[in-house]
């Protein structure tokens, strides 16, 4: 199933060019209103999902830089050992792949994860989070999906019941 990995090199492109384009053309903490609930709101974050251990001094950037390359191995590997009929597990592995890459890239290169998309209500803010944050997102709900039984098929070679 290497074949979607076209889709785990779309999140990282669609991730990379989106940050650039925010850092390029943004001032930190910079907020733009694009619409009712939903800014960009350009920030820096040192930590993992929520902003956790985004106090922790420094040590983490390497920590989370590692854990994505051990998740992304062992993505990698799950992926290359799928069945041709296990598709939507497939696209789930490979957009949480792209996602795991997209933050890794920024943690190496800038010690930090540029986050962007700001989804709000009145005063709260949900977090900011950026395409790889989506892609991680959007994929592990399609694993959940998966895990509940849609998009499964009879394998080709098993009888339907």
Known sequence: MLKWLWLTLLAIVLDQASKLIVDNSMQLYESIPLMPYFNLTYVHNTGAAFSFLSEAGGWQRWFFA??????????????????????????????????????????????????????????????AFNIADSAITLGVVLMLAESFGFGHSTPPDLPKK
């Open 66 to 127: 590692i854990l994505a390359l051990v998740i992304s191995a062992v993505l990698s590997v799950w992926l290359a050992r799928l069945q041709k009929h296990e598709t939507l597990l497939a696209v789930a592995l490979s957009l949480v792949l792209g996602g795991a890459i997209g933050n890794l890239i920024d943690r190496l290169a800038y010690g930090y994860v540029i986050d962007f998309l700001d989804v709000y209500y009145n005063t709260w803010h949900w977090p």
